[in-house]
């Protein structure tokens, strides 16, 4: 599979993907070579990782618990507490093994040791390898709210491998296909074509294409001045629900898929409703939701506390919330001004 | 008195600043402007500083507790709640009034709030007036381990006004004087005979002319890959003796320019000794050196931990210690492998 180029760095894919990481290593010399993990991908993604890594540096692996509740600067102490503890220093690489909670993290953790070291993202699930593995976020959550804390900072190279997706559950893979539904709205309505005919058919080339897409908005756009802000697409009222069902102790949490395919679904309403995108394909977009993920109640004494989360929604500025909705397929409108009424609205849609 | 630009930021001096400030903050249309203070400048400059802010926009205080005890992690996350809480969004402003801790933290904390907002440097002390004020790095300390976490980051622009050094004490004004040394022997010895002959005269122009040269030096090797690390002379030993001094509950802190001094002799001494710097020049360091600080007699029970953080230095690469030496007055040499041995007998050289 071909390579793709980012800004500044390169995706590799498959077996390939292994020896440039092994060249990488040699050119660069690194002292030691860190590889963070979770307590999953060390069980499961290590083993099939560690036999393509052809080098003589010395490797620490680092682990940490999985899950999006320890993506916080104290397991960024830990991290680097650890990093440094083991010796590391300037000329020490980071590779990334897991899935976004790893990649987000140890990104950011890598781009602050010492004013930064070098990183590698190896995403090992469906959502990190379509939408972390390029555009340079790297961050962590500050108490609920999401990536509160991070930077713009890229990996020297990024390694897709879609065999590490045996070792994920059905459920992680569909939190990755929302994302794959909103390159397809947004950007490329053949590709939302293909997930609704072949669910999960032809997986390499849904991550590949998802990719390319990715790719493109970001380099014409890096710092999310216009264009990438439609990779927001469904996420201003998806990050608000899923940050929700986080912090609700009585409320089995999301996945982030789930929560983005209820988002989206909202903000095709609030799109029909504010720029007439077409009810059909609102309804569309619907079904292929509802086709993949179960319904979930959204409960009308929890609309208030999702409204909250939005106001902090990172796009904010001055207070007010910022849409970005659809005119039709592949056309949007960046900057909407959106009422709570029609939130809310946009919410009973999802439920009814 | 001059503007002096730096990368991509300038520096500027006096009332003019103050206009240029408003200027900018005019021009970007911030949201809020929030200034990080400590006690110590909430109480004494915030005073001076606020009549000259002319502005209508929000301003919200933000105050941390002073010392580099509190320059860390924790000091952060209580940073980013507080702009949270108080509505802060990615057209906020930071502005940061205070010594080398203010402004090393408020720049890492804006460069890392919501990926990054803008900020404003008002270094208050003579440490951050001469050296913090231009170079882009920002950090925390983990630890012991001085800015061991941080970035390569520029403010908007730097406000350089030495009518701020009426609030801080004699022994704060003396731990600037050791980065004006530094830029004498290491780049320019005009500068450090100023220093000999007129001690703390001529405060403007110093302060003026030690950040023309640290700008020189940065603009030419900004990520310090060579001629940069001149700026680390007396730092290496340095650090060390500081952060030791720290650590240990029953000895009372030194300032950075207190132990920078006795680094900069250290390191004299073992450049006498590696490449034949000229003894007289040697000793006329010295003599600078304990004309201005009072004598610290470092214990032989402690070179053992001073070593030990040695080897923590944030430049060591497979933990070999590398120091900055000099060949003369002007004139340096990157990167010296210097035994422990030696360096031992820089310290005993230094007591002697």
């Known amino acids: 599979m071909k390579t793709i180029q980012a800004a500044s760095y390169p995706v590799h894919f498959q077996e390939e993907a292994y020896k440039k990481l092994s ?36 490797i620490e692996v680092i682990e940490i618990e999985s899950g999006e509740i320890n993506k916080n600067i104290e397991t960024c102490i830990g991290v680097w507490n650890a990093i440094t503890e083991l010796g590391g220093d300037r000329k020490s690489l980071l590779i990334t093994l897991g899935g976004g909670v790893i990649t987000d993290l140890g990104g950011f953790v890598a781009s602050c040791f010492k004013r930064g070291i070098d990183f590698v993202n190896i995403p090992t699930t469906l959502l990190s390898m379509v939408d972390a593995s390029v555009g340079g976020k790297t961050g962590v959550d500050l108490g609920v709210l999401k990536n509160q804390i991070g930077l713009f900072s890229n990996p020297e190279m990024v390694l897709v491998d879609a065999d590490y997706l045996t070792t994920v ?59 990438r802000k ?62 993949i993920y179960d319904k979930i109640n959204l409960l009308k004494e929890d609309f208030s506390g999702i409204m909250e989360l939005l106001k902090h929604d990172k796009k904010n500025v001055n207070g ?11 056309n949007h409108k960046l900057d909407c001004k959106v009422s709570e009424d029609l939130i809310v609205e946009s919410m009973e849609f999802y439920n009814s």
Request: hydrophobic fraction near 40%.
């Open 169 to 227: 559950t059905e459920r992680e893979i569909k939190s990755g296909m929302a994302e794959i539904i909103k390159y397809g709205v947004t950007y490329d309505i053949k590709l939302f074509n293909e997930v609704k005919l072949n669910k999960g058919l032809h997986i390499n080339e849904l991550i590949f294409r998802s990719v390319e897409i990715k790719n493109e908005v970001v380099l014409q756009d890096p710092k999310e001045k216009s264009l």
């Open 230 to 291: 439609i990779l927001n697409f469904g996420h201003t009222i998806g990050h608000a629900i899923e940050s929700f069902y986080l912090e609700s102790a009585d409320k089995e949490n999301l996945t982030h898929g789930e929560a983005i395919a209820i988002g989206m679904v909202c903000e095709s309403y609030i799109s029909s409703k504010l720029l007439n995108f077409p009810e059909t394909k609102l309804n569309e977009i619907k079904e292929v939701v509802l086709s």
């Open 23 to 58: 060249n990488l290593i040699v050119k660069n010399d690194y002292s030691t070579i860190f590889i963070l993990v979770d307590e999953n991908t060390f069980e499961h993604c290590y083993p099939k990782f560690i036999p393509n890594l052809e080098t003589n540096k010395r």
């Open 320 to 330: 007010q919330v910022n849409f970005v909705l659809l005119n039709d397929y592949e």
